[in-house]
């Protein structure tokens, strides 16, 4: 696990990464882009995400169980998300038996 | 405290098996947190897709000045404490206490923030209920739901807040009285995932919640 320590260095650089992030996600929602704002605000999201995971929650130094769990975690997310939205946005694909 | 053995619980090995299943076990509570919080965001991604316009109408009522001040803060946050981590795994007593000590101020200032921003919602009659009213009557019932969900998830999260700013208080005390030493540090490595992963939680919230309708221009805002 992380007996390993982290430079304050790399936690600095972590921090205006993700300041810098915070500002570009707002520049880019003033623009209209449809659909791909949202897109890119998750696109972002997840960036921003993914860094505070691996430097300050320091998974890249766990081990690899931890790496499993981790990522178990948003796949049962990704499990819940995405089925249910299979649910949803499929609805309207088929008519009730005999119905047509 | 220091040496190794007082710290070591009898049934494991040694620290560094102790240390594993400490963070283990941390990562799976958190793990039940994401789907906690997992549920609010299916529920937001469902009525989202259905109401896309109500939505974007309805985030336009929420101050994004304030919104992005609270994400800074909570990015200065995450930052004091990994370093409070950093302080108390090389044995750096005062950075430990002094970079707690500005956790907690900055999740404050998160919080005091949120309490602003939820008066205004209650001045403006934008809180669900019997006195919510909306200025387009046909987007009513749809921009109610999109408040519900945003004091469900930004409640449940600044609730989450409160949680850390009390373990932090704990750590504080126990850092004053010498509890921790770069042999034994884990409530403070802990403390720092579940602080990180709040964080993150609105990492998530604030482009969904607050940036959705700028694009529209702001003019739309009645």
Known sequence: MSEKIVSTKVYIVIFIALLILTYVTYQIALIDLGWGNTIVALAIASSKALLVALYFMHVRYSSRLTWVVTAGGFFWLAIMIGFTLSDYLTRGWLTAAGGR | ?222
């Open chain 2, 1 to 222: 405290m220091s040496d190794a053995h007082s710290v070591l619980a009898h049934h494991f090995d040694n620290l560094e098996q102790q240390r594993e299943a400490g963070t283990l076990g941390m990562w799976i509570f958190l793990v039940t947190e994401v789907l906690f919080f997992g549920g609010l965001f299916t529920a937001y991604t469902i009525y989202r897709m259905l109401y896309p316009v109500a939505f974007a109408d309805a985030s336009l009522h929420l101050d994004t000045t304030l919104g992005a001040i609270n994400t800074a803060v909570l990015i200065c946050s995450s930052l004091t404490m990994a370093l409070a981590v950093y302080g108390s795994q090389v044995g750096n007593r005062m950075l430990l206490i002094l970079c707690l000590l500005l956790t907690i101020v900055l999740g404050a200032a998160f919080l005091g923030i949120k309490f602003t921003e939820y008066a205004h919602k209650f001045a403006e009659h934008l809180v669900p209920g019997s006195a919510f009213s909306y200025g387009k009557p046909e987007l009513r019932q749809q921009a109610e739901l999109f408040f519900s969900l945003y004091f469900a998830m930004t409640g449940l999260h600044a609730l989450h807040m409160v949680i850390g700013v009390g373990i932090l208080a704990v750590l504080v005390f126990q850092a004053w009285r010498g509890h921790f030493s770069p042999v034994y540090y884990a409530p403070v490595e802990l403390t720092g995932l579940y602080w990180h992963f709040v964080d993150i939680v609105w990492i998530f919230l604030f482009p969904l919640l607050y940036l959705i309708g700028l694009h529209l221009g702001g003019a739309s805002h009645v």
